[in-house]
């Protein structure tokens, strides 16, 4: 038996279709392609191309996971930025799929944890076994175009998955320089609200670097011409990001000083998000920076921050922490959950 697990994102789109692993539930993959989504009209148009040019065999995938950059709704998903429409009526009128789902790309996770081989995450903190229901609870956050949230209620028959825009929810500064940078980015960049998103994701890191560079004492430095030229460029503005990182390993204290500070307001995130859901199944750490980050979260001063919650710190130190190396996990969880969709349509 096969079935097909796609990542559908707004820079990119990952498809593989899968064989049903006869000793137990791992995906193993047949064939996947990478798209990159601003070259496509639609997701149609892309399912088309997959289906005659790159899977080419007879035996076609019946059940079918979609994990959507975005809200689902009554079946149907609509990708804001690319003005894609998308229904699970759509997919099953078109390429006769059997089963179809349609879930947000970070509530899909979930049900990717449970096949995770060790070579796909690594353990930063090991926490302690709880007895009870939370025991079973796992959240994953997720920092990158975007700031994600998911929380899965993960035991040995079932996987419940359960989606969340936490990512939204108010940013709250937690020393003078983070009020400073608050303040700055709803003057300067005409915010009206600064959610924990506008900081912690991947264009957080590059607002931080703007509010530092409005500073006196860096208009001499050369990442301000960066910034300059950024407001005319899209591609220079997209690896903003990048460029503050590369700079930070090459020894640049001004751009180390702005990761750090990300780093810091992340890891306290981290810290706020375990105790708000008491996830003594695991917190997990995914997202487009994770890999590039790992050696800043393995690291002591990241933990001091995760850790800094008062009186309430030996509840942080009792939850699993772990970073998952996979960048492709997106599409890996579909996959799970395509499984998870076929053993179910047998019983």
Same mark, same amino acid.
């Given at each position: 038996?096969?079935y097909?697990?796609?990542?559908?994102g707004? &820079?990119?789109?990952?498809?593989?279709?899968y @064989? %049903?692993?006869?000793?137990?539930?791992?995906?193993?993959?047949i064939t996947?392609e990478?798209?990159?989504s601003?070259?496509w009209?639609? !997701? #149609?148009?892309?399912?088309?191309d997959? =289906?005659?040019?790159? #899977?080419t065999?007879?035996?076609?995938p019946? &059940? $079918?996971? =979609?994990?959507?950059?975005?809200?689902?709704k009554?079946? *149907?998903a609509?990708?804001?930025?690319?003005?894609?429409?998308?229904s699970?009526?759509?997919? %099953?009128?078109?390429?006769k799929f059997?089963?179809?789902?349609?879930?947000n790309d970070?509530?899909v996770?979930?049900?990717g944890?449970? #096949?995770?081989? @060790?070579?796909?995450y690594? &353990?930063?903190q090991?926490?302690?076994?709880?007895?009870?229901?939370?025991n079973?609870?796992?959240?994953?956050?997720?920092?990158?175009t975007?700031?994600g949230i998911?929380?899965?209620l993960?035991?040995k028959?079932?996987?419940?998955?359960f989606?969340? @825009?936490?990512?939204?929810?108010?940013?709250?500064p937690?020393s003078?320089?983070?009020? @400073?940078?608050?303040t700055?980015?709803?003057?300067?960049l005409?915010?009206?609200?600064?959610?924990?998103?506008r900081i912690i994701?991947g264009?957080?890191?590059?607002?931080? $670097?703007k509010?530092?560079?409005?500073?006196e004492d860096?208009?001499?430095?050369?990442f301000?011409?960066?910034?300059?030229d950024?407001e005319q460029?899209?591609?220079?503005?997209?690896n903003?990001?990048?460029?503050i990182?590369k700079m930070?390993?090459?020894?640049?204290p001004?751009m180390?000083?702005i990761?750090?500070?990300?780093?810091?307001?992340?890891? *306290?995130?981290?810290?706020?998000i375990?105790?708000h859901?008491l996830?003594? /199944?695991?917190?997990?750490?995914? /997202?487009g &920076?994770?890999t590039?980050h790992?050696e800043?979260?393995?690291?002591?001063?990241?933990?001091?921050? !995760?850790l800094?919650k /008062?009186r309430?710190?030996?509840?942080v130190?009792?939850?699993p922490?772990?970073?998952i190396?996979?960048?492709?996990f997106?599409?890996h *969880?579909? $996959?799970?959950?395509?499984?998870f969709?076929?053993?179910?349509?047998?019983?």
């Open positions: 038996m096969i097909l697990g796609c990542d559908l707004g &820079t990119k789109v990952l498809i593989g279709v @064989e %049903k692993n006869t000793f137990d539930n791992v995906p193993k993959l996947r990478k798209y990159s601003s070259e009209d639609s !997701f #149609y148009s892309i399912l088309d997959f =289906f005659k040019r790159k #899977y065999n007879n035996l076609f019946k &059940t $079918a996971c =979609f994990g959507i950059a975005g809200p689902v009554n079946n *149907s609509k990708i804001t930025n690319l003005n894609w429409d998308i699970i009526d759509n997919l %099953k009128r078109k390429y059997e089963n179809v789902d349609l879930i970070f509530a996770l979930p049900f944890i449970p #096949y995770l081989s @060790e070579n796909q690594i &353990t930063i090991e926490g302690e076994k709880q007895n009870g229901l939370n079973n609870l796992n959240a994953i956050v997720g920092a990158g975007g700031l998911a929380r899965g993960i035991s028959n079932n996987i419940v998955s989606s969340s @825009e936490g990512g939204h929810m108010e940013y709250a937690k003078n320089q983070e009020w @400073e940078l608050k700055w980015l709803k003057r300067n005409n915010f009206k609200r600064i959610s924990c998103e994701s264009e957080g890191l590059s607002n931080i $670097a509010w530092r560079f409005s500073k860096l208009k001499n430095h050369k301000t011409k960066v910034l300059k950024s460029s899209f591609e220079l503005k997209k903003l990001s990048a460029e990182c930070a390993r090459e020894g640049d001004v180390r000083e990761e750090e500070m990300w780093i810091n307001i992340y890891a *306290s995130f981290l810290g706020d375990a105790l859901e996830c003594y /199944g695991g917190l997990w750490i995914s /997202g &920076t994770a590039k790992l800043n979260f393995c690291s002591e001063n990241f933990l001091k921050h !995760f800094n /008062g309430l710190k030996d509840i130190k009792s939850i922490l772990k970073v190396l996979d960048e492709e997106g599409l *969880s579909a $996959a799970c959950r395509a499984n969709l076929l053993i179910n349509s047998k019983k």
